[in-house]
């Protein structure tokens, strides 16, 4: 090669990168300022170059593959803060259907050399519609559509198309800056070029269309009315949501609303997605206070909260649960768009049958990443929620999350009735940018369907946005800001006419008619062809075993196994787990050193969240050495349990304790069967753990909890009194006593016996809940307050503790 044409090489090269990476930087910038509303008019131009320009070689499809990748991860940065690698693998899939639009749209546009103002509207509206209806959780926050959400007149044709419709006005303008681009370039960069056929027509067509939206949008904003609503009252806690602290996010929750919505100012209180990241039926907590708040404040209360379904053991469902009087579940809603990686696990169940080392590498990968595999199952249907007004009833439904994103799932409550929706999320630290685009698609979702939209965020933006669009209220904090500070907005929902939007009844007609054509030239240009085209597809992985393999129990001699041991537990003690599991291990070479080991290897595992690597393990230890299987088994349960595989977990516990019962197996049986609501196996399972060690004061208190569940007050209380004589100074069982006077309506007594536990027990949350609750009850914020202060200290400490895993 010479040196002139290696030259001439890497400036092709560089010029491609170049266009390449220009449209993800011109994405990624309306991503990040979503004022500079006007850059998705721009934003494809380059990618456009770089595939239909006649003059130069076919460009590989690697660059698109490549930029569009990257501009995905500069759509969604927020994955970065985690792990280096969470964001390229969060982006990864969400990138995939965006590759159809690059070889589509080349192959059309050399085969048939129509105007780009037509070819690129159609191929980019058909890749958004396949990328919102396909990719997972459809998600796709930045359809070019929503960039203009803040001026309502350009998106008012949104009734009748969808977002669609504003997306291919936008991309047809990119289009048309191509063709002029190439036009100039033809014709030695002179203006009289633009006067070409080619580039007038549709220039003409293209402000007509403009003319058209915008006149349709004044008409409609003018002519659309509303009556005065219900007032709702809109709680953004602005609290951490993560399951360690669920018991103070709460009570955080429960307190601003008792402060700050006054009794009848409101006929609907809302509060975000995920306000109780617990079953919202844990039996004694969260129903008895949002029971209470309904009943003083004289409203319906609507609250995100988790679902443990009964037919679907070891699972959860993210729902919407609406709590109405007399202290009743008046409706529940189950979210059904799950998010990927914080819900389920995309692809886990195709690892599970046929690469299960794999498998565990990913669910590694994930846990560091989410802290969590997930394992959530979606709903089925969408449901109405009604509430009394005017004399009759208010039909609405709620939308959870990212079903935000999705227009068929708004567009099917519209078509049920609904005469408002509920969009309960949150977001956490996502950034005000995400908030703003979230708002826009807020703004979009209610044109589409004519009906009013109330946004309700845990950190924001929460607000009330009109059936034009128009965001009529926002919540603001002390210091004005709209996200991160916590405040409550009360206001009215202005309520439409109803009625269904042609753009609900067609069920995506305009996105799927833009499917329909780029799918038919693309036909066309292919028809033929001399010769068939082949697109050869290799999926191949090289993964190195590195990880992925089962954790082993070695092999060796007893002395060499008990200085594994000491070294194990030397390591445990510095906090070195991954370093000590690998030490426990050989340790397990010896039975007698193994049992030790057991114990310390299971906190390893649960702080290096190898979860089926222990499964494994201690599967491996009850086989080897059948004196320990009760043992190990019990620890196997554990970790079947934390994979959601609650049928094996309890039949782990039941092999270990047939084999040989120990106080600690019985006891997570029972605590098993009580989150299943097997109160007389429970109470069976507790029993035999407290009569194995009379003395333990941990089994004696749940024994006792299994009696009260079981409605045998009388016999709950003899096993308490038996339990104080032996341990007059735990914890565990003080809150019980708690529990037992506080059913029987002895609120002092109650509160006596938690201060009791508290103060035995520095670190337990429990008994504090407890106390701030009566405390609430009583009208005493202060020591509500002061309570709740506590509790949120001893959760900060657990998460530092954990290694701030959520």
């Known amino acids: 090669m010479t040196e002139a ?13 170049g266009l390449g990476l220009a449209s993800a930087a011109l994405i990624g910038s309306y991503a990040w300022y979503p004022s500079l509303a006007l850059l998705p008019y721009v934003a494809l131009v380059p990618w456009i170059v770089l595939y239909t320009d006649e003059r130069t070689p076919r460009a590989s499809l690697g ?12 759509e969604y940065p927020q994955p970065f803060r985690m792990v280096w690698f969470a964001g390229p693998l969060f982006a990864l899939p969400f990138a995939v259907p965006w590759w159809l639009f690059a070889p589509a749209l080349r192959t059309i546009h050399q085969r048939l050399g129509l105007p780009r103002a037509l070819t690129v509207p159609l191929v980019w509206t058909a890749v958004e519609w396949v990328r919102t209806t396909y990719a997972l959780a459809h998600f796709d926050l930045y359809s070019l559509g929503y960039s203009q959400a803040r001026w309502p007149c350009a998106v ?8 669609y419709g504003v997306t291919f006005l936008i991309a047809a303008v990119n289009g048309l800056i191509a063709d002029a681009f190439f036009a100039l370039r033809g014709g030695a960069w002179s203006f009289t070029a633009l006067r070409a056929r080619r580039i007038v027509v549709p220039a003409v067509a293209i402000g007509v269309a403009f003319a058209i939206v915008l006149g349709y949008g004044a008409v409609r904003c003018a002519g659309i009315k509303d009556e005065r609503g219900p007032r709702v009252a809109l709680v953004q806690p602005c609290t951490s949501h993560t399951p360690g602290n ?7 929750q429960v307190l601003l609303t008792d402060k700050s919505v006054p009794a009848g100012g409101a006929e609907l209180i809302v509060w975000p997605e995920n306000a109780v990241l617990d079953n919202i039926r844990r039996e004694g907590f969260y129903l008895d206070d949002l029971t209470w708040l309904g009943e003083t404040k004289r409203a319906y209360m609507l609250v995100g909260g988790m679902n443990w379904p009964v037919d679907r053991p070891g699972t959860k469902r993210n729902g919407a649960f609406l709590i109405g009087p007399p202290g009743r579940i008046a409706g529940e809603y189950d979210k059904q768009v799950l998010f990927p990686f914080t819900e389920y696990v995309p692809g886990d169940g195709f690892l599970a049958r046929f690469a299960p080392n794999v498998q565990k590498r990913y669910r590694s990968m994930i846990r560091t990443a989410w802290g969590s595999a997930a394992r959530a199952v979606p709903g089925e249907h969408m449901v109405l929620f009604h509430i009394p007004w005017n004399g009759g009833d208010l039909p609405f439904a709620a939308l959870i999350c990212s079903e935000n994103t999705y227009p068929p799932v708004p567009a099917a ?34 044109i589409e369907n004519r009906i009013a939209y109330v946004r309700v965020g845990n950190t924001g933006i929460s607000g009330i946005i009109d059936a034009a669009g128009r965001v009529r209220s926002v919540l603001r904090g002390e210091s004005g800001s709209t996200i991160l500070e916590p405040g409550v907005l009360i206001d009215r929902i202005p309520l439409s006419s109803g009625g269904i939007t042609w753009y609900a009844r067609s069920r995506d007609a305009f996105g799927r008619l833009c499917v329909a054509a780029a799918t038919v030239l693309l036909l066309v240009a292919l028809f033929g062809r001399s010769r068939a085209g082949a697109i050869a597809v290799v999926a191949g992985a090289a993964l190195l075993a590195a990880g992925c393999a089962d954790a082993p129990v070695s092999r060796g001699d007893p002395v060499s196994a008990a200085a594994a041991l000491e070294r194990g537990r030397a390591l445990y003690q510095r906090g070195q787990a991954a370093a000590a599991l690998s030490e426990l291990t050989r340790a397990c070479a010896d039975p007698g050193a193994c049992r030790t080991a057991i114990l310390y290897a299971e906190e390893c595992f649960k702080q290096t969240r190898q979860i089926e690597s222990a499964i494994d393990f201690f599967g491996a230890v009850a086989a080897r050495y059948p004196e320990l299987a009760p043992i190990a088994g019990g620890s196997r349960g554990v970790f079947l349990e934390r994979l959601g595989d609650f049928v094996e977990a309890e039949q782990e516990y039941r092999r270990s304790i047939a084999r040989t019962p120990t106080t600690r197996v019985c006891s997570l049986l029972a605590e098993l069967l009580l989150r299943r609501d097997d109160l007389p196996e429970a109470v069976e399972a507790a029993r035999q753990a407290s009569a194995l060690e009379p003395d333990d004061a941990d089994a004696g208190a749940l024994y006792a909890r299994t009696l009260r569940r079981a409605g045998r007050s009388d016999d709950a209380r003899r096993a308490l009194d038996a339990a104080l004589a032996a341990h007059p100074d735990s914890a565990p069982v003080w809150v019980e006593v708690g529990r037992l006077r506080l059913s029987q309506g002895d609120s002092a007594g109650a509160a006596a016996a938690f201060t009791r536990a508290a103060a035995d027990d520095p670190s337990s949350t429990e008994p504090r809940f407890f106390l701030a609750r009566i405390a609430l009850r009583e009208g005493k914020r202060d020591e509500a307050e002061r309570a709740l202060d506590d509790i949120e200290k001893i959760q900060s400490e657990n998460a530092r503790a954990r290694g701030g895993t959520r």
Do not use: C
């Open 246 to 252: 669920a018991l103070g996010d709460h009570l955080r």
């Open 5 to 17: 044409s290696g030259s001439g090489r890497g400036k092709l090269i560089a010029v491609r990168l």
């Open 156 to 163: 008012q044709i949104a009734d009748v198309t969808g977002v």
């Open 413 to 446: 409550a519209g078509r049920l009735g609904a005469r408002f929706f509920v969009n309960i999320t949150s977001e956490g630290n996502m950034g005000a940018p995400v908030q703003e685009q979230l708002m826009r698609i807020s703004m979009l979702r209610a």
């Open 63 to 74: 660059w698109f593959v490549l930029t569009s990748w990257i501009a995905v991860m500069l």
